[in-house]
């Protein structure tokens, strides 16, 4: 198993860095080993006392060598008599050595093994999240419609709407390397070889381009595959929803906080590696009792099986493990079968971010759904579904009518959403108006902050795959060629 490089991988940073190197007299109890980074001269030249001792206590590591040709890495179990030992390696964050308790560092130091690699044990983003959001700090709520404070709110908002649509071009290409990354990773795992780098390249790259509501929004207008867009698209929807949530909230977060969240989207499916193509990729609705079926409903079994040998953080591993994990765990949608308890608040909004993300992508057996569509629908699943208090969540991060949803103004008019409607006004966004009431497409588009329109409101959302229907992308083309005055 590939085992994530301990400077290379965005889990290894939270709020402050995760790992970091001590020696023996620094090992606190709740620390996990990682690598061993100085060792006594007791090791310069091994025997075979000591090559009893690290085969017996780092079972699956690696370690590296001081060799004429320089230092080469090797499975630790193919360690010989004689051989200078450098560090090891990749040790299985299983390993009961690799877990310290009291009293760890005199038995290391007892041993020869003084500096460490070390990952401590901070909480990630929203393990310990709150049930209720209280009101943003920053001001969230909006003024009265029409107002002068509507106004000038209204001036900050706009600027953020052109911002957003200066990145939308590269949003799209982003998008679609990360999921070829996504498809590479599960073509790796399939052929024993799982490795993060590819999607960590991804995050990279969303991050560094602030492309993630952008693609949030494309995702809602452009169709995705089941499996490897899917991961792409619930990624950035839930990074998105994290971080309004926590902003809604009054808490801190980082851009460490966003790529652990990224991350964690992207890898909840990991465990689809283990289920054939063939399945994967069908055109066909299994039945629930079949046997392709219970492959499918096992692969967040497989997920959090090797997202543990990978050394992954234990809330990605809940994300991979118990996304689908109902509140009601008597439902047939419900699996595995554990405690709701269990699930973590991380969790409990990727499962939301999840099924809205399958009702708006495309599956070979049905039709998407469009983003007001899907956010009613999910809106009605509380009590045996979803966590109330997230699900309340979830709804008001993502609006009544999320951004990139077509809508039919009281006007008679078109528009696409650019940013969602205050909470108290929720039907109330910014909009830019594409088709005139008389149904002519329009080549120049005038932006609407309907807070500033008292007499304008949404009549309805539209369906955008039955009205722009020249093309599978007709939508998401008019989307991207929007364009507003200064």
Not at 36 to 50: G, N
Not at 78 to 85: F, H, P, Q, Y
Not at 296 to 309: P, S
Request: charged share 25%; with cysteine.
């Amino acid at each position: 198993m590939h085992l994530r490089p301990p400077t290379a991988n965005p889990l290894e940073t939270m709020a402050d860095q995760t790992l970091q190197t001590v020696r023996f007299d620094g090992l606190e109890p709740g620390m996990t080993i990682r690598e061993v980074t100085e060792l006594s001269l007791d090791y310069a030249t091994l025997d075979d006392q000591r090559l009893q001792f690290l085969r017996a206590q780092f079972t699956g590591a690696k370690a590296a060598l001081h060799t004429e040709q320089g230092r080469k890495v090797v499975p630790l179990a193919d360690l010989k008599s004689k051989d200078s030992l450098a560090a090891i390696l990749e040790i299985p964050p299983t390993l009961k050595i690799a877990r310290v308790v009291q009293g760890l560092g005199p038995y290391m130091e007892k041993h020869g093994l003084l500096g460490f690699r070390v990952e401590t044990p901070l909480e990630p983003p929203m393990i310990g999240f709150g049930a209720k959001g209280k009101p943003d700090p920053k001001g969230a709520e909006a003024a009265q419609p029409g107002t002068p404070e509507a106004k000038a709110q209204s001036q900050v908002k706009m600027a953020e709407v052109r911002k957003f649509l200066d990145t939308v071009a590269v949003a799209s290409s982003n998008r679609l390397q990360a999921s070829s990354m996504v498809e590479e990773m599960l073509d790796l795992g399939r052929a024993g070889q799982f490795t993060s780098k590819g999607v960590e390249k991804a995050v990279d790259e969303i991050v560094g381009n602030d492309s993630a509501t952008a693609i949030k929004a494309i995702a809602g207008l452009k169709s995705s595959d089941q499996t490897y867009a899917h991961c792409t698209d619930m990624s950035v929807i839930l990074q998105e929803c994290y971080g309004d949530i926590m902003a809604r909230t009054g808490k801190p977060t980082t851009e460490a906080n966003r790529r652990f969240v990224l991350i964690s989207g992207f890898m909840h499916d990991i465990g689809k590696s283990e289920v054939p193509k063939q399945i994967l990729e069908s055109t066909e609705r299994f039945p629930a009792d079949s046997e392709e079926m219970q492959i499918m409903r096992n692969h967040t079994i497989y997920g959090a099986r090797i997202l543990t040998e990978m050394g992954m953080h234990k809330a990605v591993i809940n994300v991979a493990h118990y996304h689908h994990v109902k509140k009601d765990s008597t439902l047939y949608a419900s699996y595995p079968d554990v405690s709701y308890a269990d699930v973590l608040p991380i969790t409990r909004l990727a499962s939301i971010v999840d099924v809205y993300q399958a009702l708006i992508g495309r599956r070979r057996y049905k039709r998407n759904w469009v983003p007001g569509k899907a956010i009613e629908y999910i809106s009605n699943l509380k009590g045996s579904e979803f966590d109330d208090a997230m699900l309340e969540h979830f709804v008001e991060s993502m609006g009544k009518y999320p951004v990139g949803s077509l809508v039919k103004l009281t006007t008679g008019d078109l528009a696409f959403v650019l940013m969602i409607a205050p909470r108290r006004h929720t039907d109330r966004p910014i909009v830019a108006v594409v088709e005139s009431a008389k149904g002519e497409l329009l080549t120049h588009h005038a932006m609407l902050d309907l807070m500033l329109e008292p007499e304008i409101r949404v009549q309805e959302v539209v369906d955008h795959y039955e009205h722009f229907n020249k093309s599978e992308d007709q939508a998401y083309q008019i989307f991207q060629s929007i364009q507003v005055g200064p």
